[in-house]
């Protein structure tokens, strides 16, 4: 065999068993009173991991002005990891009578910290104070 085409294989196999051996965290959502969170999915575009899904409000609910998501990443044990704050606005998430139920979508890039996770929770929050 050649010496080029040996070294393609082997590298082509160390980089897939890498890529194998980087576990992908599950994602859950973890509603609210006020909202519902829908399909957190996990993906991997243009060399980085980038989370995305929606939010509407829940029938009866109001979405305040401190409305927000926190995309909090934890461990195995369930250790808290880090928390990234995602601002939502109020006015897109109002329920009007005899209207669609809107929604709005968020995306963000993950940090290092989700990395290591085995864990990400999205959590919505109706306030601003509150325990991550």
Known sequence: ?????????????????????????????????AMEVHQPQLKFEDGAWRLAGCVAPRRGGQAR???HLDVVSLDASGAWLATTEVPLKAATLRLRPRAP???????????????????????????ASHQP
């Open 101 to 127: 139920r809107p929604h709005s979508r968020y995306e963000l890039s993950l940090d290092s910290a989700s990395f290591s996770a085995a864990r990400i929770e999205v959590r919505a929050h109706d306030h």
């Open 65 to 67: 002005q401190a409305t």
């Open 1 to 33: 065999m050649k010496t080029a085409t040996f070294l393609f294989v082997v590298v082509a196999s160390a980089s897939a068993l890498a890529c194998a051996a980087v576990a992908t965290p599950a994602v859950v959502a973890v509603s609210s009173p």
